[in-house]
C-alpha cells in the first residue's frame, strides 16, 4: 500500500515536471537563423529582408503567435562553395527552429537540401532558384517571393507585345542569371521574337565592356538584363556610358531598377521592367506598409523588403495553426499552404510547390520610383514541373 502511495506520487512528480518542460519550450523563444548576404554586391539586398521581417513582427507586438523570438544571423557572402558550412552554424551550433533565406539562388540550392534533409522550416525571402520549387519542392520549403522564370516569362511577353523581333540577353553565370535568360526566351519566342545570343559573365564581376562592344556590333532589337544590387547599378550606368540605350532599348527582370534607382540616377530613367512589386500600387495595405517602413528605417522599401515583410507573415500563419508549437511541423505547413498572404505586393496564395501565385505589373522607371503601369501577367504561377510531394 505504501509503495503503491510512493509510485503515484512519483508519476505524479514525473507528470509535473515533463508538464513543466513542455511549458518552458513553449515559453522558450522560437530561434529564427537570418542566413543573408550581408557583404558584398547583395549585401543591401539582405539587410532590406532583415528589416522587412523585423518590421512585421514589430506590428505584432514583438511576437508571432504569442512567441518571443531570437534571431542568429550568419553573413553567407553569397557564395555556393560556404553555404552548407554556413547553414550548418544556424542548425547545429545554433540550434535554430526556422531558417529565413537567402538572396543568391547557388547558396539557397544548399540551404534547400540541408533543410529537406534534416527537416528544418525553410522560408526563402528571394532567391528565385526554379528547381526549389521543382524538383527539390519540400513540403517544409517555402518561398515568400518568386521563381526566376516568372518576372523573366513577364519581360519576354511584354517585349514580344512591343513586337521586338531579336533579342540578346546578359547575365550573370549562375542559376538566377541563366532562368531568368530562359524565362525572357519562353515569353519572347512564344509571341514570335527569336534570342539571338545569351551573354554571360561569372558573379559578381562587373567588367562589361567586352560584352557591350558585342552587343553594338550585332544589332537586336533588344536586351534582356538579369542584374541586381550593385552589380545592376554600374550595368544600367555602362549600358547608358557606351550609349547603347539611345538604339536598344534595355528591359529586365524589376531587380535592375529596384532599390537601386537612387544610385543609378539619371541612367535608369524609363527604363521598363516586370516584377510582382511596384512603388506606387497606392492600395491602402500597400501606402500604410510603405509609411511604416519609411518611418522605421528612414528610407523606402523595396521588393526585398515586402519579400522579408511576407516571409514574416507566412511564419506567424504557420505557427498560429500549430498554437504557437514549432515543433508542430504538420500544423505549420498546413497552416502557411492553405493560407492568403497579405502581401503590400497585392494578396496570393502559394502554388501545390510553395511558389507564389501572383501578378506581375509592368513598370517604368520614373525618379526614385519604379513606376506601376499595368498588369503584365495576372496570377503566374511558376509552372513548378518535377515537383512531387
Ligand atoms: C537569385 O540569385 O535568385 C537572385 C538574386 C538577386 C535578385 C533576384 C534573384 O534580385
Known amino acids: 500500500m505504501h509503495a503503491q502511495l510512493n509510485i503515484l506520487k512519483l508519476a505524479a512528480a514525473a507528470a509535473a515536471l515533463s508538464f513543466a518542460a513542455g511549458a518552458s519550450a513553449q515559453n522558450a523563444p522560437i530561434k529564427i537563423g537570418f542566413m543573408l548576404p550581408y ?44 553555404a552548407t558550412d554556413n547553414v550548418n552554424k544556424l542548425i547545429k551550433r545554433d540550434q535554430v527552429d526556422v531558417l529565413v533565406g537567402t538572396v543568391h539562388s547557388g547558396v539557397a540550392l544548399s540551404m534547400a537540401k540541408v533543410a529537406k534533409d534534416t527537416g528544418t522550416l525553410l522560408i526563402i525571402p528571394n532567391a528565385g532558384a526554379d528547381a526549389i520549387t521543382g524538383p527539390m519542392c519540400a513540403k517544409n520549403i517555402f518561398r515568400s517571393s518568386f521563381s526566376n522564370w516568372q518576372p523573366a516569362y ?6 514580344g507585345e512591343r513586337r521586338h523581333k531579336k533579342a540578346m540577353t546578359i547575365t550573370w553565370n549562375y542559376a538566377a542569371g541563366t532562368e531568368s535568360a530562359k524565362g525572357f526566351k519562353d515569353g519572347f519566342e512564344k509571341g514570335g521574337g527569336k534570342v539571338t545570343q545569351d551573354l554571360l559573365l561569372p558573379f559578381p564581376q562587373v567588367e562589361f565592356q567586352a560584352l557591350l562592344t558585342q552587343i553594338a556590333a550585332q544589332k537586336p532589337d533588344a536586351v534582356y538584363a538579369f542584374f541586381a544590387g550593385a552589380g545592376a547599378v554600374k550595368f ?48 491602402p495595405r500597400d501606402n500604410a506598409f510603405r509609411l511604416a517602413f519609411a518611418k522605421a528605417y528612414k528610407t523606402n522599401a523595396d521588393v526585398y523588403a515586402v519579400q522579408g515583410y511576407d516571409a514574416a507573415q507566412m511564419l506567424s500563419a504557420g505557427l498560429k495553426a500549430a498554437g504557437g508549437n514549432i515543433k508542430a511541423m504538420d500544423k505549420i505547413v498546413a497552416g502557411i499552404s492553405t493560407m ?18 501572383q501578378d506581375m505589373y509592368l513598370r517604368v522607371a520614373k525618379g526614385n520610383l519604379n513606376e506601376y503601369k499595368g498588369i503584365a501577367v495576372k496570377a503566374l504561377p511558376d509552372p513548378g514541373v518535377g515537383c512531387k510531394m
Open 154 to 159: 513577364a519581360m519576354g511577353k511584354v517585349a
Open 39 to 82: 557583404s558584398g554586391t547583395y549585401a543591401s539586398l539582405g539587410s532590406m529582408i532583415e528589416d522587412g521581417f523585423k518590421l512585421f513582427v514589430a506590428e505584432q507586438g514583438g511576437k508571432l503567435a504569442g512567441r518571443e523570438l531570437q534571431y542568429f544571423k550568419v553573413d553567407d557572402e553569397s557564395e555556393p562553395s560556404k
Open 340 to 357: 492568403t498572404v497579405d502581401s503590400p505586393r497585392g494578396k496570393f496564395k502559394l502554388s501545390k510547390a510553395h511558389n507564389p501565385v
Open 236 to 283: 544600367v550606368k555602362d549600358y547608358v556610358a557606351a550609349g547603347l540605350n539611345k538604339t536598344i532599348p534595355l528591359y529586365g527582370p524589376g531587380f535592375l531598377t529596384d532599390g537601386t534607382l537612387e544610385a543609378q540616377g539619371a541612367a535608369a530613367q524609363g527604363i521598363v521592367t516586370t516584377l510582382h512589386y511596384a512603388d506606387n500600387l497606392n492600395t
